[in-house]
Nanobody
Framework: QAQLVESGGGLVQPGWSLKLSCAAS????????MAWYRQTPGAQRELVAG???????NYADSVKGRFTISRDNAKNMMYLQMNSLKPEDTAVYFC????????WGQGTQVTVSS
């Protein structure tokens, strides 16, 4: 079972940017379609952006044009560049396989507040 470690979250003001990173263990990372998810207290985890093993991407409507997902299969890494952040982007962000997630990591907290 691959382990996933998210990092890069923090407290930022509206309009600022953050880049999240996801480090995956295991040599088969490059074969998986992956995604970023987020969750706020009391709400279900939602898909933010997905990227196929070949690099095809898709985004939730709420982040289109602001967020960019990418991956580096050679480094077993995935990223989420988040620009023009809004308070409603505040959540814990997780990376995982897509569309069938495996075990969840700790996530990384993103807080957007003035």
């Amino acid at each position: 079972q691959a382990q996933l470690v998210e990092s890069g979250g923090g407290l930022v003001q509206p309009g600022w940017s953050l880049k999240l990173s996801c480090a995956a263990s295991g040599s088969i990372f490059r074969f998986y379609d992956m995604a970023w998810y987020r969750q706020t207290p009391g709400a279900q985890r939602e898909l933010v952006a997905g990227i196929s093993s070949s690099g095809r991407t898709n985004y939730a409507d709420s982040v289109k044009g602001r967020f960019t997902i990418s991956r580096d299969n050679a480094k077993n890494m995935m990223y989420l560049q988040m620009n023009s952040l809004k308070p409603e982007d505040t959540a814990v962000y997780f990376c995982n396989r897509w569309p069938l997630p495996g075990s969840w990591g700790q996530g990384t907290q993103v807080t957007v507040s003035s």
